[in-house]
């Protein structure tokens, strides 16, 4: 796991003392993924976790316990855990007492890394992977200028944005046998010109 040595040294912690925290969480995370959740939790939840380490979140500060929990919450508020039409699913009390900590600590901690990492309900960087298909903030790019269904593009720029990592995997190859596709992009918006994205900025 790569190390932020300008975090440390601001915490007062050495590498040892870093990775020893940051592989509790994982390992806590890791227990309740494999006891409650699935394996596409349990790899979202390390890299959410490491990706908390590398922006400087305090996992120092109170128990990897609670921190857990919080990753987890985080992970299951983008998927929408909490729907019972999905499967699996847990209610936030759930996650909670699957922790052992109180709903309080748990939601506190879960806000400060949802607020820290920007991380927004249907995120396509934390979105499951079964879910990724029907998630329109994974497919709607900026395309010359305008927001676009990179569905409905010509497979030649569905390949260009796969080429630069915008989407998980090019449309066109998931389609039916025999099935056509679009002739070209749609707008559904006005022309912005700031992200190559459809995601919305955080507050």
């Known amino acids: 796991m790569k190390r932020n040595k300008k975090t440390e040294k601001r915490r007062g912690l050495n590498p040892a003392e870093s990775e020893s ?17 699935n394996e596409d939790y349990r790899e ?25 929990s919080g ?14 039409a999905q499967s699996p699913h847990m209610t936030s009390t759930q996650v909670a007492e699957g922790f052992g900590v109180s ?10 890394i949802r607020d820290e990492l920007e991380v927004m309900p249907m995120d396509p960087e934390w ?8 998630n329109p903030l994974v ?10 269904d990179i569905r409905l593009a010509p497979r030649e720029t569905q390949e260009e944005a ?5 989407i998980p995997y090019i449309p066109a190859d998931m389609q039916e046998p025999g099935r056509e596709s679009g002739t070209g992009p749609r707008i559904i918006e006005l022309p912005c010109e700031q992200s190559e994205t459809a995601r919305p900025a955080t507050s």
């Not at 925290?21 to 959740?37: H, N, P, R, S, T």
């Not at 919450?73 to 729907?83: I, K, M, Q, R, S």
């Not at 497919?139 to 676009?148: K, Q, S």
Request: with cysteine; proline share 4%; net charge neutral.
């Open 21 to 37: 925290i940051l592989k509790e969480i994982i390992g806590l995370a890791d227990a309740f993924c494999a006891k409650y959740l």
């Open 44 to 68: 979202l939840c390390k890299d959410m976790v490491a990706d908390a380490y590398e922006e400087g979140l305090p996992l120092h500060s109170g128990r990897p316990v609670s921190w857990a």
């Open 71 to 84: 990753i987890v919450h985080a992970v299951g508020w983008v998927n929408f855990l909490h729907d019972p």
């Open 103 to 112: 709903q309080g600590t748990m939601m506190a901690k879960s806000k400060i």
């Open 127 to 134: 979105c499951l992977p079964g879910l990724l298909a029907d």
């Open 139 to 148: 497919w709607m790019l900026n395309v010359n200028g305008f927001i676009t």
């Open 162 to 166: 796969y080429r630069k990592g915008l």
